[in-house]
């Protein structure tokens, strides 16, 4: 048998130790993908506080400050939502591949 087939033949059997069996529903990439957008958010936040100058009441004080509160403002909360929900699929995850064990 050819290499690459036997260590793939192994890779699903650790798979199936390891996740109970359960199909692939896209909690690795929601956490992935949610705490990268939050972490730019975050980054976008900082550089406009401490770089490009802050946030007076009329708002940004250039562009470029703007153009990173816009992000900011974007990114926050849509990254907060995917990583919690990525964090709550997770702990289901976790709960079903121990309920399967036992």
């Known amino acids: 048998m050819h290499p690459s087939k036997e260590r793939a033949k192994e890779h699903a059997k650790e798979r199936e130790r390891l996740y109970g069996g359960l199909p692939d ?3 690795r ?5 949610g705490s990268l957008i939050l972490a730019l958010g ?3 936040i900082a550089v406009l ?10 708002g940004a004080h250039s562009n470029v400050g703007w153009l ?3 992000i ?7 990254g907060l939502m995917l990583t919690l929900l990525g964090g709550a699929k997770w702990l289901r995850r976790r ?8």
């Open 95 to 102: 709960s079903l591949i121990r309920s399967r064990r036992n």
């Open 72 to 78: 900011g403002a974007m990114c926050l909360p849509f």
């Open 42 to 44: 975050v980054a976008a």
């Open 25 to 27: 529903d896209g909690t």
């Open 49 to 58: 506080m401490t770089v490009l100058g802050g946030v007076s009441v009329e």
């Open 29 to 33: 990439q929601l956490l992935k993908w």
């Open 68 to 70: 990173a509160l816009i």
